[in-house]
């Protein structure tokens, strides 16, 4: 399965292509999947272009999402950068008038165990958020719902992708036998190669304007669904004797 990550906590200073409106949102996310996106995870913007976790701008973004490609499963962010306190992160999951499908939980950041709680409780799908170079995946093995989530988004976040490779291997050997599916992803220039480890060993991955900025030849990507042609090319030249 490849996951088209939208947009991320980026804003267009960084990526003048990047989409950050709902409308511009639902546009993205039609041509992904038009290209072979089978699930979307996104970040809803406030009107400054911020990520924020409101029940109005999820709302917006999700509906929006939803009419362009219905029947896709659509996620979102729960990243304690836009909303710190926990307590009031999982109030604002609480508050949400329109749920999405998924919702990532970062296990790094304090009170991951109880912002997904609130997103069971609410019938949210959890995707856990395990960061390389932190103790997350041993917060997470230890928590009592580890075995309820949907995936495990295994996240490397050294970007030398020598660096990747090795972190990617360590975390997947800190995850051990799976709970849930594994969704491997990198960022910036570790994104290829660790999409192709993720080819390579038949897991889930991800690509999109989140997570890198450019194509595998180095060119600087158009927008979300070129980087999704170009995953697929990736996992489909897979070796089939790959361990």
Request: hydrophobic share 45%; aromatic share 2%; charged share 25%.
């Amino acid at each position: 399965m490849i996951q088209v990550c939208l947009n991320g906590s980026r804003n267009r200073a960084e990526c003048s292509r990047l989409p950050v409106t709902a409308e511009e949102l639902a546009a993205a996310a039609r041509e992904a999947v038009a290209a072979g996106a089978e699930d979307i995870h996104l970040h809803p913007k406030d009107r400054d272009g911020q990520d924020t976790l409101e029940a109005a701008a999820v709302a917006a973004a999700v509906n929006a999402v939803r009419r362009a490609v219905p029947g896709v499963p659509v996620g979102v962010t729960t990243g304690a950068w836009a909303t710190p306190d926990p307590r009031a992160r999982a109030a604002q999951v609480r508050s949400w008038t329109v749920l999405p499908d998924h919702a990532s939980v970062n296990w790094h950041e304090d009170g991951a165990a109880e912002v997904a709680a609130a997103l069971l409780d609410r019938g949210i799908g959890v995707e856990a958020g395990i960061y390389s170079g932190t103790s997350a995946a041993r917060r997470f093995l230890d928590w009592s719902g580890s075995r309820r989530v949907l995936r495990v988004l295994a996240e490397v976040t050294e970007t030398s992708p020598r660096d990747a490779l090795r972190a990617a291997a360590g975390l997947l050997d800190d995850l051990g036998p799976a709970l849930a599916p594994i969704l491997l992803h990198g960022e910036d220039a570790a994104a290829w190669p660790v999409l192709r480890l993720a080819a390579a060993r038949r897991l889930d991955a991800r690509i999109g304007l989140e997570d890198v900025l450019h194509l595998p030849d180095g060119t600087p990507a158009p927008d979300n669904a070129a980087l999704v042609r170009a995953a697929h090319d990736i996992c489909r030249c897979r070796p089939q004797n790959a361990p």
